[in-house]
């Protein structure tokens, strides 16, 4: 089986671009306790690379579609929203339906990059986290997973063959 951990970027300034020192500070200390990983994608905004850095990993590839979904998805889904109701929202068939698809054939394609029983990072935003993992498992139960990820928090998705078939969610302690 092969995984994929899709986490949030850490700590930054309000308004700003790039990570605080408290940020590098709990990107180093979640980046101990994580990994290897084979393949490393960010967005492409400097906190989510920021992150990877500090955690401890190169980057391998960065892409737009990591880094905001948009005036549409967001007057949908505003974000914050837990991953029950990004679940309920994506049932609608709109703009976060469409995006939420995008991103899980994305993470399709990392999955079929990395060798069996090996494992992904991706570091990308609030609510891309919640969209990309509720759209790699339509139909789960999302509904103990509680409310929007928080700095460096996500979720660790599990493949089988050629598909997302499980999860979980991960929170950070602080």
């Known amino acids: 089986m092969k995984i994929l951990e899709i986490r949030r970027h850490s700590i930054r300034s309000p308004q700003g671009d790039h990570l605080n020192q408290s940020g590098v500070e709990l990107a180093r ?4 306790n994580i990994g290897p990983f084979d393949r490393v994608v960010t967005s492409t905004l400097p ?21 905001t979904y948009g005036r549409d998805v967001e007057k949908e889904a505003p974000w914050p929203l837990s991953f029950a109701d990004y679940a309920e929202v994506i049932q609608a068939g709109g ?31 609030g609510g891309v986290v919640e969209l990309g993992v509720v759209g790699c498992l339509p139909g789960f139960d999302f509904s103990s997973w509680g409310g929007s990820v928080e700095y460096c928090e ?20 602080r």
């Open 154 to 173: 996500g979720a660790r998705l599990f493949w089988d063959v050629d598909k997302f078939v499980k999860a979980e969610v991960l929170r950070v302690s």
């Open 29 to 32: 200390l979640v980046g101990q």
């Open 95 to 125: 703009a976060s339906t469409k995006y939420a698809s995008k991103l899980a054939k994305y993470y399709a394609g990392i999955m079929n990059f990395i060798s069996e029983s090996r494992s992904a990072l991706v570091i990308n935003h």
């Open 47 to 67: 906190r989510a690379f920021e992150t990877a850095i500090a955690m401890g990993f190169a980057v391998d590839d960065q892409s737009a579609l990591l880094s």
